[in-house]
Every structure is written in C-alpha cells, then in structure tokens.
C-alpha cells in the first residue's frame, strides 16, 4: 500500500504540471487562431518544427533520472549533485545543437513544401524560440532532478505558476495593447522566451532556498568534463531522445499524410490526436513516477523492492487505461461535437475515437515498459522496436492500406487507416517490450549483493 500511495501521489503531481504545460500550447493555438489565419498557419508549422527538436533533446535530459534515483537511493546524495553538475555539459551540447537547427530552419521547411509566403512569419517565430530553448532544457535539468528526489510538486508548482504568466503574455504580445504593436505568432514565441527564463530562474531560487536539495551540495565549483560520466549519459540519454522523436515524429508524418485526404480528414485526425494526447499524460506521469521508485529502490540495493514498484505501477496504467478507454467509448459519439461544429468532421471523427480507445490501452502499457526498462539499462532494443514498428508498420502500413491497398484490396482512403495500423503496431510493440521487462526483472533479482 505504501508503494501505490507514493507512486499515485507521486503521478498524480507530475500530471498536474504536465496538463499545464499543454495549456501552453493550447494558448497559443487560441490566442493565435483569433488573430488572424496566417498567424495561425505559422504557429502550427514553426511549433510543429519547434517540438520536434525540443522533444528529442528533452528526452535525453529525462532519461538522467534513473541514474540521479539511483544514486539517491544507495544515500549518495553529493555524488548526486557531481552528476548534475555534469549533465550541465550535456545540456550545453544539446542547447548548441537544438539552437543551430532552429535558427536555420530551411532544410526541414524545404523538406515539408512550406509556402514561401509563410516562410518569413515561420523563420521570425523559431528565431525567438530558438533563445527560448536553453533555459527550457535547463529547467529540465531542474525538473528531471526534483522527480527523482520525489519532489515533483516543486516543479508542478512552477508550471502552474508559468500558465500565469503565459496566458495574458501571449494575449498581449500576439494581439497587441498597452502602446505594443500586434507581433503575430512571434508574439506566442517571445511569451514563450519570458515565461522559460522566468522559469529557470525561479529553478535556480529553488535550488538554492529549499532543504529537500541542500544534501546534494550542487553549488560546487563546476569540475572538468568526467568522460566516463558523460559517456554513462550518453548510454542512456541518446537512445531515449531518439525513441522520443521517433514517436512524436510518426505523428508528425500520420498528420501530413492524411492531410492529403482533405480537410474534413485532417480535421478529425486532429481532434482524435488531441484526445490522445491528453490521456498519453496519465501513463507518462505514472512511467515518471515508477521509474523513480524503480531507480531508487535499484540504488538501494533492494530488487524485491524495485519489482514490487514496477508491478505497482504496471497496475495503475492498466487500471487508468481500462476506465480512460471505457468512457472514451461510452462518449465517442458527442465528444467531437464538443471540438466541431462540422457535423461531417464530427461524423469522421467518432469511429476516430474507437481506435484512440484501443491505442491507448497499449500506449499506457508500453509506455510504462519502457521508462521502466531504462531503470535496468536496457534502451537500444526498445529503440529499434520503436523504429520498425511505429516508422515502418505504423506509419508505413498506415499509408499503404490508405493509399495503395492490400493485395486485391481497394485503398482505405481515411484517417482510419492510419490509427488502425499504429494501434496494431503499438501494440505488437508492447508484446515485445513485456518480456524484455520480465526479463530484466529476473536478472536484476538473480544478481542481488547477498547479505553479510
């Protein structure tokens, strides 16, 4: 009981700041959509872009927490603080490279047809996104640290408190008031920058102020770059971003490619992508939150324990996951009605609804499979299962059934075909994953230090 309630506690927090922090987005959509069609044409492909980026390099901060939980848990918290200092140089890196890529944006707005017309708007918002990426990945640093101290609410608390901030800035800057002109999408985007910097510096407030950090000594001299730490990083942290951005990207690519079905479909596609993406932050604060447990438990020397909060938290993802897709069933037919006023884009999007039902249900189960799984160290065979399956048999299959069909078979010209062939794929994925997790379950059990 002591497990569930840490770990629901513990998800439930991290749920919190990760709904808020979609608010952002759903902001600048609102905010931008009621300034003008251009502004909001901008704003999807310079944050379609902007995500892209962010989230590739993100996930290789996050994946740090298991080391950070570990070592917390074996009670070296100064050697917890050595090993921040140094994912500073990881975050430098990363920062370098996710700046270049936004600041020359051409290839990626050649590479998707972007209309010249909208190139400018789209290159001036990335421009202001690209100074607002450091302190984003440094807040990450801050963030990845607090989860695996189990001190999410501090950083959920700074999220809620950056909506605050966000809400009226993106108003007052995209539409214009108080003596400033209307800057457009680019107002979004310097919302954005000042919300981030607000963010990291009320981090760095954290850090120094509160007690929970006080035992990691983290405001040492900065040591020279440890390699062998850095390549223990980059071990876990580059499969992990790269497995990010192979999800977020197959969505990416699923959106274009019904986009050529017509409006109606891309409309649907986008209302059953944002259920989706609302109920994908369940399991993920519940993968955060298990994978902390798991890591800490590791640190301690205790894999009893560790397996009990892996199957703790496989319990609640599947539980979540069953109410979460039976009412998403019980409510397919009114909830697009709630996002359309088009009847056909409602009409399209409620058999949409059944395959996110059924998505989802794998979607929690894996997710928590493979944050679980980087607890054990185990991070290039779920990347290439991602690879395979969400590229090649989700994606891939997805465009065949729609655009060529099977055998004898006529095309499946809908965005059907598309969810139906990602949620085969992403389940056949959570297949696989299942028992490389068993596995490394057993292995982490057999290997025990045995008493003295």
């Known amino acids: 009981m002591g497990e569930l309630r840490l ?26 959509g009621r300034h003008s069609p251009e502004a909001l044409a901008a704003l999807a492909v310079g944050s379609a872009v902007y995500i892209s980026v962010y989230v590739g390099l993100m996930g290789v901060l996050q994946a740090l927490l298991p080391i950070w939980a ?10 917890v603080g ?35 017309a909208l190139r400018p708007d789209v290159r001036q918002y990335l421009a202001v996104l690209a100074w607002a990426l450091p302190p984003a990945l440094l807040f990450r ?27 009226p800035l993106s108003m007052l800057l995209t539409w214009g008031g108080a003596g400033l002109p209307a800057y457009g999408a680019t107002g979004c985007a310097v919302a954005t920058l000042v919300v981030n910097y607000s963010l990291l510096g009320l981090g760095l407030l954290m850090l120094q102020r509160q007690a929970a950090y006080r035992p990691l000594q983290l405001w040492q001299p900065l040591e020279r770059p440890d390699r062998s730490q ?7 942290g580059l499969p992990a971003g790269l497995s990010v951005m192979v999800e977020v990207t197959s969505f990416t690519l699923m959106a274009l490619f019904i986009a050529r079905l017509g409006t109606t479909a891309a409309a649907s596609h986008q209302i059953a992508s944002n259920v989706m993406a609302v109920l994908y932050m369940v399991p993920l604060s519940l993968a955060i939150a298990t994978s902390a447990r798991t890591s800490y438990w590791l640190g301690a020397d205790q894999p009893a324990q560790a397996r009990a909060a892996v199957q703790t938290g496989l319990g609640l993802a599947v539980g979540l996951s069953v109410l979460a897709s039976g009412a998403l069933l019980l409510g397919r037919e009114a909830l697009p009605r709630w996002y359309a006023e088009s009847p056909e884009v409602a009409q399209q999007a409620a058999p949409l609804l059944l395959w996110v039902a059924l998505y989802h249900l794998a979607d929690a189960w894996q997710t928590l499979c493979v944050f679980v799984l980087r607890c054990y160290r185990v991070t290039l065979v779920p990347l290439l299962v991602y690879s395979v399956l969400l590229w090649g048999a989700g994606l891939g299959g997805g465009y065949v059934l729609a655009y060529q069909g099977l055998g ?3 095309p499946w010209a809908s965005a059907d075909a598309f969810w139906a062939s990602s949620t085969v794929a992403l389940a056949v994925a959570a297949a696989v994953l299942t028992p490389m997790l068993w596995i490394a379950l057993r292995r982490s059990m057999a290997a025990q230090t045995p008493p003295h």
């Open 230 to 236: 850095l390549a223990q990083f980059m071990r876990l």
């Open 408 to 410: 004898n078979q006529a």
């Open 141 to 167: 640093i801050y963030s990845t640290l607090s989860q695996a101290l189990h001190q999410p609410r501090l950083v959920t608390a700074l999220q809620l408190g950056g909506l605050a901030i966000k809400v």
């Open 7 to 32: 770990i629901a506690r513990h998800a439930g927090t991290v749920l919190a700041g990760q709904l808020a922090v979609m608010a952002y987005g759903v902001t600048d959509t609102l905010v931008a």
């Open 82 to 116: 050595r090993s921040v200092r140094q994912s500073l140089y990881l975050g430098a890196v990363a920062a370098v490279l996710g700046m270049g890529l936004l600041l020359w944006p051409e290839p990626a707005l050649e590479w998707t047809q972007v209309p010249e």
């Open 70 to 79: 570990e070592l917390q848990g074996a009670g070296r918290p100064e050697a």
